[in-house]
């Protein structure tokens, strides 16, 4: 089941303005997990990033990266705002 799914990520197309934006915005730059804890403003633990035990974190990031891909060059604008 998990191979499927992770197929039909990699055969997504994107071709439409509005879908890419949409991925962009929803599909974090950076894992959001990762995280310092502190106590009374000293660093007590450490939270590593988690994304990489998502089994579609790679196919979810190349899709990010193909929508950004597909905003640049067959749109012509400007990615910035999303890195």
Do not use: S, W
């Amino acid at each position: 089941m998990l191979n499927f799914i992770r197929t039909q990520l990699q055969r997504l197309e994107i071709n439409n303005p509005a879908v890419a934006h949409f991925l962009c915005k929803t599909i974090p730059v950076q894992c959001p997990f990762e995280r310092d804890v502190y106590l009374l403003g000293k660093k007590i633990a450490h939270i590593p990033p988690l994304c990489k035990l998502n089994p579609f974190y790679e196919q979810v990031v190349t899709l990010r990266f193909r929508a950004l891909c597909y905003l640049a060059d067959e749109c012509g604008e400007d990615v910035r705002c999303y890195c």
